[in-house]
């Protein structure tokens, strides 16, 4: 095996390009007792207009009547409710969260369509659905109008006051949204949807590929294996003592209530400390190598059986997430490797296919050139391999080149935000404008 002059491979960013990048931010927030009242009543408004104008859609529908038009709808459930003393609150929040919520059900509805006649590629996506009061996390968003960045470093939201913010990291620009959300334990968060400009880091000539799998978090191509900490795997020890905890709770008792609670707490404990430490370790991968090859697991596939708790719990898919946005960010290359290609069949070192091996099979001799594997490590140095062969022929999902000059969104498809399928990065890319 020779070493490669990668650099040659990575460096064709044209000087003239301008890239810019839509970044996500979240903050969590603190509001006030009265001011956690108004968002209850601002959440319950917005779900009320979201679940009437699926109503409407719905009845029209099985009327027979054509599908109604987004202002007419706006008209009926908002404008013309408000007039009626079955609806007459709607005028205690602020317009702006209505008509946004109401611009979801568009999209969710738009969404569906597209999915439907092929326009849209990806999983099928279903019919919106009512919206409930138990549902995991409840939401508002607001637009320009409905709120505003007080000098005092506070947050204003119409009809719900100046909200104090936790600001964990500066915004790089003036959002031009914010959407309000209250999570499952009870915290509340606020995200700004920002146009960034990319921080490209110094060129390095080191790339490497990654192999994530179950008896290491992840391997790298150096044959470097990374595992969760100690503090992570004890709390995530503690979360699972306390969900037994609560399955042996009589359904319904005080005491049942109080364990589910504090398993939710935990749990939300956990999920940050994870996100905390998934942060750290990519942004050392991205910043320690010019391109990073990562095999993709479907978690689909293995969603259906016992190992898809294990799969979530690693939380592969976010991780992945963040090595692509921070991939764009600093100029570095990214591509994921099909799960199809045989990283485990193939000799890193001479490049002989001797076959599939079952998982116990750790190690392992080449019949052919007598080379000695470990397979996680073998597996790694084949997904870099292969992440070059994708670099050379111009298949990377993120490259310091855009394909050509001129206006184009490059395909970052991961992390663009779905109702349903949110999950909390502080920061994620929603999409990428080359000007
Ligand atoms: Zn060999």
């Not at 859609?57 to 009626?84: C, F, S």
């Not at 309000?180 to 960034?196: L, N």
Request: net charge positive.
């Amino acid at each position: 095996m020779s070493a490669t002059p990668i650099l040659s491979l990575y460096s064709h960013r044209p000087n003239d390009t301008i890239m810019l990048v839509q970044l996500r931010y979240n903050y969590r927030v603190y509001p006030n007792a009265p001011q956690r009242r108004a968002l209850a009543q601002a959440f319950g408004c917005a779900r009320v207009v979201f679940n009437d104008g699926l109503r409407a859609r719905q009845e029209a529908h099985a009327a027979g009547l054509a599908y109604l038009k987004d202002t007419d709808l706006q008209k009926q459930v908002i404008t013309a409710a408000k007039q009626t003393p079955e609806r007459a609150w709607l005028a205690d929040v602020s317009s702006v969260v209505l008509v946004q919520s109401l611009r979801d059900l568009h999209a969710a509805y738009r969404n569906f369509f597209s999915s439907l006649t092929g326009k849209r590629k990806g999983p099928k996506v279903a019919l919106p659905r009512l919206k409930s009061r138990k549902d995991r996390k409840q939401s508002i968003r607001l637009t320009a109008n409905g709120f505003s960045l007080r000098p005092n470093g506070r947050l204003y939201v119409a009809k719900v006051g100046d909200l104090r913010v936790r600001w964990s990291r500066t915004l790089p620009s003036a959002p031009t949204s914010v959407t309000v959300t209250m999570d499952a334990s009870g915290r509340y968060w606020c995200s700004f949807v920002v146009d960034a400009d990319p921080d490209i880091l110094p060129e390095l000539d080191t790339d490497t590929g990654m192999d994530l799998g179950l008896n290491h978090f992840a391997v790298l191509a150096d044959g470097r294996k990374v595992d969760s900490p100690k503090f992570l795997r004890r709390a995530e020890k503690k979360l699972k003592r306390m969900q037994k905890a609560l399955s042996r709770k009589a359904k319904g008792s005080n005491n049942r209530d109080k364990a589910r609670k504090k398993v939710a707490r935990q749990h939300a404990r956990v999920a940050d400390r994870r996100r905390d430490w998934q942060h750290k370790l990519s942004t050392q991968i991205i910043r320690d190598n010019q391109a990073v090859f990562v095999e993709t697991l479907s978690a689909r596939g293995l969603g259906r059986t016992r190992l898809a708790k294990s799969v979530h719990d690693a939380g592969w898919a976010r991780f992945v997430a963040m090595l692509e946005y921070k991939a764009v960010k600093h100029g570095r290359t990214f591509a994921k490797v099909d799960r199809a290609f045989p990283s485990s069949q193939v000799c890193s070192a001479c490049g002989f296919r001797d076959g599939p091996k079952p998982l116990h099979v750790r190690a392992w001799t080449c019949e052919n050139c007598g080379t000695m594997h470990d397979r996680d490590h073998n597996a790694a140095k084949n997904v870099l391999f292969e992440g070059r062969r994708i670099v050379a022929a111009g298949r990377a999902e993120t490259q310091n080149a855009p394909p050509s000059a001129g206006k184009t969104r490059m395909p970052v498809p991961a992390q663009r935000v779905e109702a349903g399928t949110h999950q909390d990065p502080q920061m994620r890319v929603v999409g990428i404008q080359v000007l």
